[in-house]
């Protein structure tokens, strides 16, 4: 990657029309992936980004020896996209158990995935957590699949009707898929839910041995990332972006004045891809901001780990959110020793502020209801609010929606097709190849 720390070169002279075929707005991973794509088609790229990394939403910080990624994150290999885009050893992923912890009234039950460890199946029987009603209900999952064909629904629709109102659904899929989709409302669409279990079914799910920040890293390779570059404007007849001082992108509009005194200069691109993010993107083109979902993490360092577990813990007591805000906790150093120091265990907390506002002593207590234990003596190592954690996926979005178009500019991202990682690389794709259309068209 090659990287520059201030705002984008000089303004473009008639002798150079165009300073790249393609200018892109945003380093995130749907931003790498469609210059990623570009480039390697031959167009000359340039991508601009307001902060001082490449990675978006999916980032990792060090703080005290610890990894502590931007809010609870895992890799699924399964991702199609994802392949496409890296070469998946190179991320060290840390798989996670296939199976979940599960806090109920009678004590922790484990849960684990019976279609990889046959010998697994009579302690999920013997769990309590299983009925036959469940059993069946899971054997309608073709006929869930076939409803789609008659129109989208909510998830939780989607399983009232097949019956699935029992103990697993209650105790385990509910709090385990609102810490997946960021909602307890069952709200999102189950053509998305449906996507999502299929990928659990093929991949297993880890943790990059260097953080979830490998990912972006490893996809900026060999591209002009230009960072601390703040887009002010982009023209979509021109393709003319406008940067100013670096920190967050978006807020005026194409044509509009720069404060006094602010330096600022113009880039020009055959084609423009605007791959911000959800809100930056809405503020740059003045549109409403589309629904999203928001979560907080807590990062707890111990001593002692909790459990020698590295499964997704999930508090089944209840209605999920009954008993505090965690959706789902896990001791990330118990899968990927890399993310603590010798003698230091980290423990990630996910919880979603849609409807609360989760503190760290609610947090705290309710780890140590879930886990048995008493997190007192935890010390917590960072906090993480990402209020535009995933955009709700809700029914009725075109399943083949992944990009837009508007003259030469192309916008894209995860609110385009699904909302995941794969969805935001498969959106950068698509707008890879859309504006290789522009370009030829002009």
Same mark, same amino acid.
């Given at each position: 990657m $090659? /990287? ?6 000089p303004?473009t002279?008639?002798?150079e029309?165009?300073?790249? @075929?393609?200018?892109i ?7 790498l ?9 031959g167009?000359?790229?340039i991508?601009?980004?307001?902060? !001082?990394?490449?990675g978006?939403r999916?980032?990792t ?10 809010g ?5 290999p399964a991702?199609? &996209?994802?392949?496409k885009?890296?070469?998946?050893a190179?991320l060290?992923l840390?798989?996670l ?6 806090? /109920?009234g009678d004590?922790?039950k ?5 279609s990889?460890r ?6 999920v ?6 009925t036959?009603?469940?059993l069946?209900?899971v054997?309608l999952? =073709?006929s869930?699949? %076939?409803s789609m064909r008659?129109? !989208? ?7 009232? #009707?097949?019956?699935f109102t029992?103990p697993?659904?209650? *105790?385990?899929?509910?709090?385990f898929?609102?810490g997946v989709v960021?909602?307890?409302?069952? *709200? $999102? ?13 093929? =991949? ?6 260097g953080?979830?920040r490998?990912?972006? %890293?490893i996809?900026?390779?060999?591209l ?9 404007a982009?023209?979509?007849?021109t393709?003319?972006? $406008? ?6 992108? =978006? =807020?005026?509009?194409p044509? +509009? #004045?720069l ?12 084609a423009v ?10 503020e740059?083109l003045?549109?409403?901001c589309?629904k ?5 993490t ?5 001593a ?8 997704? &813990?999930v ?14 906790a896990?001791?990330? +150093?118990?899968a990927?020793?890399e993310?603590?120091p010798?003698?230091? &265990?980290?423990?990630a907390?996910?919880?979603? $502020? @849609?409807?609360?506002?989760p503190?760290?002593?609610? /947090?705290?207590?309710?780890?140590g209801?879930?886990?048995g234990? !008493?997190p007192?003596?935890?010390?917590l190592?960072?906090t993480?609010?990402?209020p535009? /954690? ?6 009725g ?22 909302? +995941?990682t ?14 290789g ?6």
């Open positions: $090659t /990287t520059t720390p201030s705002p984008a070169n303004s002279t008639p002798r029309k165009y300073s790249a @075929d393609v200018i707005v945003g380093a995130g991973v749907a931003g992936a469609a210059a990623g794509r570009l480039q390697a088609q167009r000359t790229v991508v601009l980004e307001a902060s !001082d990394r490449v978006g999916i980032n910080d060090a703080v005290d020896g610890f990894l502590v990624d931007r609870f994150q895992v890799l699924n991702y199609r &996209h994802m392949r885009s890296v070469d998946i190179r060290g840390r798989d158990p296939r199976g979940v912890r599960v806090r /109920t004590g922790l484990e849960i684990r995935d019976p990889r046959p010998q697994a199946l009579p302690g029987l013997a769990s309590g957590l299983i036959g009603k469940d069946r209900a054997r999952a =073709g869930l699949l %076939r008659g129109g !989208d629904k909510p998830r939780g629709q989607a399983f009232d #009707e097949a019956g029992g697993l659904r209650r *105790s385990v899929v509910d709090p898929l609102s960021c909602e307890r409302d069952g *709200s $999102t669409s189950w053509r998305h839910t449906a996507w999502l279990l299929g990928t659990f079914a093929l =991949g297993t799910p880890g943790l990059p041995s953080g979830m490998t990912l972006p %890293r996809m900026a390779e060999g002009d990332v230009r960072l601390n570059t703040r887009v002010r982009v023209d979509a007849a393709g003319l972006v $406008t940067v100013g001082a670096g920190g967050e992108a =978006g =807020g005026s509009l044509g +509009s #004045e404060p006094d005194g602010q330096a600022h200069s113009q880039l020009r691109g055959r891809i605007l791959a911000a993010g959800p809100r930056p993107t809405a740059m003045n549109q409403p589309p999203t979902h928001g979560t907080r807590f990062w707890f360092a111990a002692e780990p909790p459990t020698e577990s590295a499964m997704i &813990h508090d089944g007591r209840g209605v999920a959110g009954q008993h505090g805000p965690v959706a789902t896990c001791v990330v +150093s118990n990927a020793p993310y603590a010798d003698g230091q &265990h980290l423990i907390a996910l919880t979603l $502020t @849609d409807d609360q506002n503190t760290e002593e609610a /947090t705290r207590r309710q780890l209801e879930v886990f234990v !008493d007192s003596d935890w010390r190592v960072a993480h609010d990402v535009d /954690t995933l955009p709700a996926d809700l029914p979005k075109p399943p083949r929606h992944k990009a837009q178009r508007n003259q030469r500019l192309v916008i894209c991202g995860d609110q385009f097709g699904n909302a +995941s794969d969805g935001a690389i498969e959106s950068g794709q698509t707008a890879a190849m859309f504006a259309e522009v370009i030829d068209g002009f």
